[in-house]
């Protein structure tokens, strides 16, 4: 079936919040041009390049076997030169009025996941910045964890089948949990159900927050009933994205996904590093890279995006490379893996990479490669790899669905789009642009740094807890 699709402009004549547009002849998507609105001359292969094996035989690259140690966590003057010293004072001063204060933050795992990955970085800054900051990690057994993967997948709409059994078993862990562990703080951060039970050492003191980090907008009817009462003794709950809530008696904020700007995925690389990681992966630098850097998964696309660039091929000379992970532990992976390989057939321009879940420099050095980044997903969270692209300035083109339109804001960060031929459309346009492809970059840049970085999230949980505490009113509507 045909996906559906808006009218794509790829843009229009007007000055745009300082972003130079241009006037081209408006088109639908499913209209692909028959002929280039302005191709220039792109040499098809430098003549002098060594041969490139086709795709199949080109996955022999040299990522280490083993995962390396974790790099020490930064210090929040190391991010002055980021985000100026404006920003790093605002910081002290919001946790100067929270002196004195302890948190305590609670999940259920130390490693793997974004949560905890996002943890390692907050706690050392809150406790930099005085704000005594604790991050305990529930336990519990296999049954435990297969109980709470269940209810993750319920949350998200799968099916479930909920017994009395299971319920007990949930709520003597929390339990088990909760005699364990002291609950003598200020204020206490409780991410995502697995511990969302431990709310009933709730005293007067003390303030708690159920913090969401999946989408709970189609959630699995008996497993919502089930955790909303404990929700709700909760003094709030954060939301990653407003279409991810629930109606709830009590108040809800929103705080955006971020990245870390100094980490070893999103900092600042040698270019000799770029270049060796093209190298080894077969890339030719002197000819356009398309990257799409995902898991092997249906629901990012990776078989429309070698569409889309075959399309796009027929007018544009370029590279695709297709970066992915997961495909040697998850059966499915496996299999879209093998659906890849055969769409990319024999053309040695399609580069398909299953990498170590290890390889943060390698997917950096892939991005700061490319000079186009697609996330053509169909359905998404947040869309991390979408934030990380328009880091790195990156022109970048982006299904219209999760959380994509919150970051690319179409024509102004980035371009959305709803198609195969959309998304061939919008290559072409942006490789024969390049002036506004880079305009796109630097805004995308911007928005980023304005809205999802590390410290944007500090600020915003110190505010929060101000608000909580009572040390700062929340504003209301006049
Ligand atoms: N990622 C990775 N290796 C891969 C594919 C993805 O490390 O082979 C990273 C990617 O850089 C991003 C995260 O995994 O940081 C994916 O997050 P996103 O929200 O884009 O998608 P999800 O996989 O969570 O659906």
């Not at 088109?27 to 098809?44: D, F, G, I, K, L």
């Not at 964890?145 to 993750?152: N, R």
């Not at 089948?161 to 409780?190: C, G, H, P, S």
Request: aromatic residues 8%; glycine residues 6%.
């Amino acid at each position: 079936m045909k996906e559906k699709d808006t009218k794509q402009t790829p843009a229009a004549s007007s000055e745009n919040g300082g972003v130079r547009t241009q006037t081209v002849e408006h088109t639908t998507a499913t209209e692909a041009p028959t002929s280039p609105p302005e191709v220039p001359q792109v040499e098809r292969r430098n003549p002098n390049a060594p041969p490139v094996p086709p795709a199949r035989e080109r996955r022999k690259y040299k990522v280490s076997e083993t995962p390396p140690p974790p790099p020490p966590p930064p210090k929040l003057n190391d991010y002055e030169p980021i985000i100026g010293k404006a920003a790093i004072d605002e910081l002290h001063f919001l946790a100067r009025h929270l002196r004195g204060k302890t948190v305590k933050m609670v999940n259920s795992t130390a490693v793997g996941g974004g949560v905890a990955e996002i943890l390692n970085r907050l706690i050392p800054l809150m406790n930099e910045l005085e704000v005594p900051t604790k991050w305990e990690v529930i336990t519990g057994g296999n049954d435990f964890f297969e109980i709470t993967k269940g209810f993750h997948n319920a949350l998200h709409g799968g099916e479930y089948n909920v017994t009395k059994e299971i319920l007990d078993l949930f709520q003597m862990y929390n339990e088990q949990n909760r005699q364990r562990m002291e609950f003598a703080e200020d204020l206490f951060v409780i991410h995502d159900p697995q511990p969302v039970g431990l709310i009933r050492s709730k005293r007067d003191r003390g303030r708690w927050v159920w913090r969401c980090h999946i989408d709970l907008s189609n959630p699995h009817a008996e497993v919502w009933n089930f955790l909303r009462p404990f929700v709700e003794q909760y003094d709030a709950a954060i939301f990653s994205s407003p279409a991810f809530t629930r109606q709830l008696a009590i108040p809800q904020y929103l705080f955006y996904p971020c990245i870390d700007p100094l980490s070893e995925k999103n900092k600042t690389m040698e270019e000799t590093f770029v270049q060796k990681v093209c190298e080894d992966f077969g890339i030719d630098r002197t000819r356009p890279v398309l990257t799409q850097i995902s898991r092997f998964d249906r629901l990012k696309d990776p078989v429309g995006v070698i569409q889309a660039y075959k399309l796009a091929k027929k007018y544009v000379d370029c590279q695709l490379v297709l970066a992915g992970g997961g495909a040697t532990d998850d059966p499915e992976g496996a299999v879209v893996l093998a659906e890849v390989m055969e769409a990319a057939g024999d053309d040695p321009d399609v580069i398909i990479l299953n990498l170590p879940p290890w390889s943060a420099l390698e997917i950096n050095a892939l991005q700061q490669a490319s000079n186009i980044v697609i996330q053509k997903s169909l359905k998404e969270g947040f869309g991390l790899t979408v934030t990380e692209a328009l880091w790195k300035g990156k022109p970048t083109i982006a299904g219209a669905v999760g959380g994509i339109p919150t970051q690319v804001i179409h024509k102004l960060t980035g371009i959305l789009v709803h198609s195969v031929e959309g998304c061939a459309y919008q290559i072409r346009y942006l490789l024969t642009h390049p002036e506004f492809a880079q305009q796109l970059g630097k805004n995308g840049h911007e928005h980023v740094k304005e809205n999802f970085l590390m410290t944007t999230n500090v600020r915003r949980w110190l505010v929060l807890f101000q608000i909580l505490l009572g040390v700062v009113k929340p504003a209301r509507p006049s």
